[in-house]
């Protein structure tokens, strides 16, 4: 699938407001590149892009590096397979030379890059893709692509903490029961929602509630198997990865 045709999606995404609209975009767009592609890497990296993420957690560019970049292609060419590979060559660019070398690259991918996606790789370089996609709202898209439940594809999320492995075995039709409670593996954390004010809150979670008083501090998951220790953060980032736990 051409990276033009997420870009598209991501701007009609975008510019809808209602919340079944854009869940229509987006099962619309994952339908087509699982047409496309049984590749579970490809699915799961335009998974991530139009939840305005990528499958590279640091690839090394900065806000400065994405300054006078290269004029627009007049033609998409640039597929999800190409984005994906090259921002994975520019994340394990290392070494002396390696930000004049991360720089060639990514010239070359802004410079194959129409305007529109040139905006939207922008965005995902910049973690500034703001485009109303969040986690639960693909979900729901996932869903409707693979015709499969929407519970289960949550329960599967919850498990595995991973979107995009989810939309990648949803979209080629394998079985999400192959999620399971996992000893290293993180669970995806249960986030808060807003409510303009109290008695909002109360009608969105119901009575009887408890209310705690936020102390500040860190939110993580400790998973112990044996002597080893792993510490996952918030954001399913592995702080601690190896531990030996001194015997009692």
Do not use: N, W
């Not at 669970?187 to 929602?193: D, F, G, N, R, V």
């Amino acid at each position: 699938m051409l990276f033009a045709d997420l870009a598209a999606t991501s701007a009609a995404v975008a510019a809808t407001s209602g919340r079944l609209a854009k869940i229509d975009l987006l099962a619309g767009c994952l339908r087509r590149l699982a047409s496309e592609t049984s590749e579970p890497r490809v699915l799961a990296a335009g998974a991530a892009y139009l939840a305005g993420e990528l499958l590279q957690r640091q690839t090394g560019v900065g806000y400065a590096s994405l300054r006078d970049l290269p004029a627009a292609a007049e033609t998409p060419t640039l597929t999800v397979q190409d984005v994906d590979e090259r921002m994975g060559a520019m994340s394990v660019v290392a070494g002396r030379g390696s930000q004049a070398e991360r720089r060639r690259q990514l010239h070359e991918l802004f410079g194959r890059a129409s305007a529109d996606e040139q905006r939207m790789l922008v965005g995902l370089l910049s973690g500034e893709l703001r485009q109303g996609a969040q986690a639960g709202l693909l979900a729901d898209a996932i869903a409707k692509a693979a015709a499969v439940p929407a519970p289960a594809v949550r329960r599967a999320l919850l498990l595995s903490g991973s979107l995009t492995d989810v939309a990648a075995v949803a979209l080629t039709g394998g079985s999400l029961g192959t999620f399971s409670l996992t000893v290293g593996r993180p669970l995806a954390p249960m986030l808060a929602s807003s409510a303009p004010d109290v008695a909002a809150a109360l009608e969105q979670v119901g009575l009887p509630a408890i209310a705690d008083v936020k102390l500040d501090g860190i939110r993580v998951q400790v998973h112990r198997s044996g002597d080893l220790v792993r510490i996952f953060t918030r954001s399913l980032d592995d702080i601690l990865r190896e531990l030996a736990v001194p015997p009692r």
